[in-house]
């Protein structure tokens, strides 16, 4: 399917990351609903107006390099689990879009940004309780990869690539 529909920007991990996320989420994401890769949401729904900016900026965000990251702690999403990742960098650059957009932005893209990587979702609340629970016994926060950013087109399935950009 081609034409405009709403935009949606990712921040890309590196490989070593990304595996480690999609393993986790292949591990516990209901099969049936886990259609995407892990990935961190910068922006859910942008108008596709945007996307010769929205391309030029990640872009441009790109050649400032990696953003330190790393997995801060565990999330209850109430009917699954996600984790938590903490980085300056990667505020700053979504504050700046934030600043930039902000007339065209969704409620949920104007709120406060709450960035994580959801490992599980749709369940039970007993069984997403379970996996918390059991994911805290271990814990250890720890260092991820930010590779670039991504902008795909939303189409209520697997979501289309729009453009990739990865950091220098």
């Known amino acids: 399917m081609t034409g405009p529909a709403p935009i949606v920007v990712t921040a890309l991990f590196g490989r070593e990351d990304q595996v480690w996320f999609d393993r986790q989420r292949d591990a516990y994401f209901p099969p049936e609903r886990n259609v995407l890769s892990a990935h961190l949401t910068m922006f859910h729904h942008l108008p ?56 065209l932005l969704t409620p949920q893209d104007a709120s406060v940004w709450r960035p994580h990587v959801t490992i599980q979702n749709k369940v039970e609340p007993a069984a997403a309780k379970a996996l918390l629970a059991g994911l805290q016994a271990d814990f250890r926060p720890r260092a991820v990869e930010i590779a670039g950013y991504a902008a795909w087109w939303y189409r209520g399935g697997p979501w289309e690539p729009l453009s990739r950009h990865m950091c220098a």
């Open 48 to 103: 596709p107006s945007l996307a010769n900016e929205v391309r030029e900026q990640l872009a441009a965000a790109a050649r400032e390099g990696r953003p330190a990251a790393r997995i801060a702690g565990l999330v209850s999403l109430g009917r699954g689990v996600a984790y938590r990742i903490e980085s300056d960098g990667l505020a700053e650059i979504r504050a700046a879009l934030v600043d930039r957009w902000a007339p």
